[in-house]
């Protein structure tokens, strides 16, 4: 996604990009907010507003080689009850209820450094790991499972009187991530 807005910027060096964090819809009208990306699931708003739902992302399971080196080994999902687990609030329901959650949040970025430093196994969409899995700050846990996709929606208010400065984000977001442009 950074390096999207990198590209974004570049062809609109004029433009000022302003983005706001917020797990919850927001009334982007009233709000003057041009756009947003919510995880699928959440209630929009406004059922008005133009809603389209971009690439699944899969999850998987990761945790640092430290960690695994010190703490039992993982080689079915029932053992995931013997670590702390951490999770979104968007992917949570892919595991087991009564597992022992260490850590819930909206910021992956904080999911991931977390695992990274060894404080358990982390759910977490497998495009974000990649770098880690590569470096080896990462290992996958149960390659092998299928997790639920976190889904992400696309919501702007209206495909009429769209500001070009969004029409242009909005084309750039379906071009990188709805399943049709993707390339295998």
Do not use: W
Request: charged share 25%.
């Amino acid at each position: 996604f950074t390096s999207l807005l990198e590209d974004y910027l570049e062809r609109f060096p004029d433009v000022l990009l302003d983005v706001v964090n917020s797990q919850e819809s927001l009334d982007l009208r009233r709000e003057n907010i041009d756009m947003q990306l919510l995880p699928k699931g959440i209630k929009v708003t406004n059922e008005d507003y133009v809603q389209q739902t971009l690439l699944r992302f899969p999850s998987c399971l990761a945790a640092s080689a430290e960690y695994l080196n010190s703490h039992a080994r993982i080689t079915e999902l029932s053992h995931l009850y013997d670590h702390p687990i951490m999770v979104s609030r968007y992917n949570m329901t892919a595991l087991p209820d009564d597992l022992k959650i260490r850590l819930c949040s909206d910021d992956l970025g904080l999911i991931q450094h977390m695992a990274t430093s060894g404080k358990g196994v982390a759910l977490l969409p497998t495009t974000l790991l990649q770098d880690a899995f590569q470096s080896g700050e990462l290992v996958p846990i149960l390659p092998q499972e299928r997790f639920t996709d976190i889904k992400l929606t696309l919501i702007y208010p209206s495909r009429e009187f769209l500001p070009e400065k969004t029409r242009a984000l909005v084309q750039l977001l379906r071009e990188t991530f709805t399943e049709s442009n993707m390339k295998p």
